[in-house]
Nanobody
Framework: EVQLVESGGGLVHTGGSLRLSCETSGFSFDDYRIGWFRQAPGKEREGIATINTRIRGLTSYTDSLKGRFTISRDNAQNTASLQMNSLKPEDTAVYSC???????????WGQGTQVTVSS
């Protein structure tokens, strides 16, 4: 059974930091790129960061988050992380991780973890 389980969300004040984790099982983690997404109330889901497979390890970020968020992966532990710094109230959303193989496709999704940034 494929599982992606996010953790690390919570309530933080403006300027604070959180580190989200995505624990995975049931598929060949090394072969999948991992992405982090978020969805705020009343808004569409937004892709925020991607890290390619073990071999390439390339990362990409949505422009508005560059410098504040960092995606990483630990292939030995089959986990991915999202370090979020200098958080703002507009970062409040449900954050989800996903895994995909084909270009532009995301095959597996986690349930998400709530991040709330208070002003």
């Amino acid at each position: 059974e494929v599982q992606l389980v996010e953790s690390g969300g919570g309530l933080v004040h403006t300027g604070g930091s959180l580190r989200l984790s995505c624990e995975t099982s049931g598929f060949s983690f090394d072969d999948y790129r991992i992405g982090w997404f978020r969805q705020a109330p009343g808004k569409e889901r937004e892709g925020i960061a991607t890290i390619n497979t073990r071999i390439r390890g390339l990362t990409s970020y949505t422009d508005s988050l560059k410098g504040r968020f960092t995606i990483s992966r630990d292939n030995a532990q089959n986990t991915a992380s999202l370090q979020m710094n200098s958080l703002k109230p507009e970062d409040t959303a449900v954050y989800s991780c996903a895994a995909g193989v084909g270009p532009g496709s995301w095959d597996y999704w986690g349930q998400g973890t709530q991040v709330t940034v208070s002003s």
